[in-house]
């Protein structure tokens, strides 16, 4: 079949993007100071409604709680999780060569303009004009849509919830739900803009209107690119985890489909998918395994109805080898099943991953973001988005210890900055406090300070207090040692 332009995004010159900056598609190159966006996120008009859904779903997922025969998979996929990192290079060579035997082509991409160069030339090296998308973190990261489009190439997004982000020119606020930050109203309000009409904001038609426009394009496109959730060294198999179906179409209908995943991804073993994916469909959605489980084993064969012509797999590193043999070698443990930012008050109060200001937001982002190889010096501030309350390590179904990975990350950021005046003013408060006398003088000086001084004029503070102090609420100061002075006078009256 001829292609042709999309028939999905056919309307969108209509749709007038309602989003702040830092929730843009395309991250800005250089971000505004961390808090203040997040002062920022928490007076969109969707962060509280958000944050309610959020709560709601934590609260049904029972965090920290594992059913037992949940717990014994979770000890079982810890131990396969670890058991590639020490040997990553072995089994991506073994994968590699499985792939291969399989009728699979294999690139190693350094970084994301390495993975972008390839898919890139995969597509002018066959023409293609159209490609359809199933749900990608690994394609978010190279900001490969972008990148195509760019070069003429339409890139159309089918899984329902990066179709709407898409549209909305946002990037994914979960790794899971990518418009769990949107309402039924905000998507019939967007879907109405494309069509040039309104439409209904019931479940059931949104999902048909989605579908209906999206059909066309899976058969009208040269090329189909997905994401990797595991891939078996011992098989070649690329096993790709979903819900909607998307994916099956996105890797059988296409001449070519190209899969992208990060290194990480390589399991030992075939047999492993037997424990990992009802792990992963557990802690994802609570679900004892998802609708549809696509296991791609290379390109159509003699004989076969469907599949591509050509199968590609690119494997992303983007820095994450340089974690091996480090402390933080655990997060590439991680299966992207997104139960930490679900389970992080603080994520869900900023109303999801947007103001992280990264791919990857909440506990695992803040972790794994300062990592990756484009942006270090600029997520470098990401661990100090979080409470250290431990509800993620508790929520994680592989048991990876993401605060204390925040804190040494928090620690080595410190360093890097050696002797900054925030950094000073934090010791000479630390030495204040050590005594009675200190912190009894420090309360008084702050009661006296609110009563002298305007409220405004303390929130901003002079030189580098500036920043600090934008982007923080602070309490009244003339109640300082409120609290303490009626809890002491509560424990006199009940003495």
Known sequence: MTEQHSSALAGRERIRPDRPEWAAGDIPPHRRPLPLITRDALTVPTARPTHDRLAALNEQRHIGTWPPEVAELRERGTAIRRETLPNLEKYLRQLTGSVERNGGVVHRAATPADARAVIERIARENGVRLAVKSKSMATEEIHLNSHLTARGIEVVETDLGEYIVQLADERPSHIVGPALHKSRQDVADLFG????????????????????????????????????NFAAADTGTLAIVTNEGNTDMVTSQPRIHVAVMTVEKVIPRFADLGVLVPLLCDAATKQRVSVYQTLVNGPRREGETDGPEQLHLVILDNGRTKALGTPQEEVLACIRCGNCQIACPVYRTVGGGHPYSAVYGGPIGAVLSPLLGERP???????????????????????????????????????????????????????????????????????????????????????????????????????????????????????
């Open 193 to 228: 803009q494309l069509a040039g009409d309104a439409v209904s904001g019931e479940p059931d038609e949104l999902a048909a209107f989605a579908r209906t426009r999206l059909r066309a394009d899976f058969k009208a496109a040269g090329m189909g690119v997905s994401g990797v």
């Open 377 to 495: 010096n600029q997520d470098a501030d990401l661990p100090f988005l979080s409470s250290l309350c431990g509800a993620c390590y508790d929520a994680c179904p592989v048991k990876i210890p993401i605060p204390d990975l925040l804190v040494n990350l928090r620690a080595e950021h410190a360093r890097e900055r050696g002797g900054s005046a925030a950094r000073a003013g934090w010791r000479a408060w630390s030495l204040a406090w050590r005594t009675e006398t200190g912190f009894r003088a420090t309360l008084a000086a702050a009661r006296l300070a609110g009563r002298l001084l305007p409220e405004r004029l303390l929130t901003r503070l002079p030189g580098p207090g500036r920043g600090w102090a934008g982007g923080r609420a602070l309490p009244p100061l003339r109640e300082a040692g409120a609290f303490r002075r009626w809890f002491h006078g509560r424990d006199r009256r009940q003495g």
